[in-house]
């Protein structure tokens, strides 16, 4: 049974940095897409960014790029997303998911599997 736990999340002030994890268990995830989601209060859940595990490549959403960073660490099964000069319209809760397919894709409903999410809080 695949178990995504994320964890980092907490307040920070604009321009501040949080370091998000996603620890995976399971199976094996070398074949898979992982991803990064969030959802702000009355909003729907939007992509933020996604990597391959086995060939790191990545996808990014507009708003981040060039703040974030997501990255994976293949011995640990865990995903990072390292997120920099934050802005109050970064606050959320942050959902790490998992595509079994390997796609980066930036739409929610093409990833499997979910964590329980982590909140993100940037104060102005």
């Known amino acids: 049974q695949v178990q995504l736990v994320e964890s980092g999340g907490g307040l920070v002030q604009t321009g501040g940095s949080l370091r998000l994890s996603c620890a995976a268990s399971?199976?094996?995830?070398?074949?898979?897409?992982m991803g990064w989601f969030r959802q702000a209060p009355g909003k729907e859940r939007e992509f933020v960014a996604a990597?391959?595990?086995?060939?790191?490549?990545?996808n990014y959403a507009d708003s981040v790029k060039g703040r974030f960073t997501i990255s994976r660490d293949n011995a640990k099964n865990t995903m990072y997303l390292q997120m920099n000069s934050l802005k109050p319209e970064d606050t959320a809760v942050y959902y790490c998911?998992?595509?079994?397919?390997?796609?980066?894709?930036?739409?929610?409903?093409?990833?499997?599997?979910w964590g329980q999410g982590t909140q993100a809080t940037v104060s102005s």
């Open positions: 998911a998992a595509d079994p397919r390997g796609y980066l894709l930036t739409t929610s409903s093409a990833y499997v599997y």
């Open positions: 399971g199976r094996t995830f070398r074949s898979y897409a």
């Open positions: 990597i391959s595990w086995s060939s790191g490549n990545t």
